[in-house]
């Protein structure tokens, strides 16, 4: 097995070298896609998780077209440049990956990483044209900090204008909900962005649960900041991560490969 950087210390990471640091991005992009596989998160051929490159800045690394979640490896990702070309890998591109990806990296320079998946109930609450509420502790996450786009809601995001328009919209927010298409997040890391759009799509889950049983009760708006700010912030989006990713490296080390 390859050296691993198992380092438990989420504070600011600095690397050695460029190759170091795109290493660690790649370990992580792999892990990342894998858990997105076990939570069911894949849906055929749609879904991607973007790395930007940490010396070619306007270039990231993501799963190529076709290749399982649960089956990714730090080999079978591929680099693509901002105007869709693959410069390194043998994979295939999607277009939709790129269209989307490549707008948000070059809007937003402190996004290192974007996440987006067909999930079974992303979809369904991206159907209904709204924000999550702050019904739980979870959900406070996303309070004022996540939007609603509802340009393509839909369509299959195949034109860069389309692409454009959910990066403009997303703004400095870290999540978006496609209306008709489904979650989308951000972060400074992968460990981040993967991390919002797992507990993004639990606390849609829960609203629907909630909303089938009854009238969920709604977090005070002061409460609702306040616990924003305690868990919402980007080293608690990567340290929540850090449980999944410890279970994935021991059960599936031949993603390092």
Partial sequence: MPDIDQNNDLSIQTFESFEAERLHRKQRLAGALRIFGRFGFSEGVAGHITARDPERTDHFWVN????????????????????GEVVEGDG????????????????????VAAAH???????AFSSLGRLLDPITQDACAFFEDHVLVSAYGGKIVLDEVAGKALA??????KAAIHQNHGLFTVGQSVEEAAWW????????????IA????????????????TRENIGF????????QPLWDEIIESDPELFD
């Avoid at 403009?168 to 927010?173: M, P, R, T, V």
């Avoid at 759009?197 to 629907?208: C, G, P, W």
């Avoid at 980007?234 to 991560?241: H, M, Q, T, V």
């Fill in 168 to 173: 403009q919209e997303l703004g400095h927010h």
């Fill in 211 to 226: 909303e089938a049983a009854g009238t969920p009760l709604h977090i005070n708006a002061e409460d609702a900041r306040y």
């Fill in 234 to 241: 980007p080293l608690a989006g990567a340290f929540s991560f």
């Fill in 92 to 111: 295939l591109l999607n277009r939709a990956a790129f269209v989307i990806h490549a707008a948000v990296h070059a809007a937003r320079p402190d996004v």
């Fill in 64 to 83: 190529p077209f076709g290749k399982s979640f649960r089956q990714m490896k730090v080999s079978d990702l591929i680099l693509v440049s901002h105007e």
């Fill in 197 to 208: 759009f797992v507990t993004m799509e639990r606390s849609a889950q829960a609203q629907l």
């Fill in 117 to 123: 998946a067909h999930s079974l109930y992303g979809k």
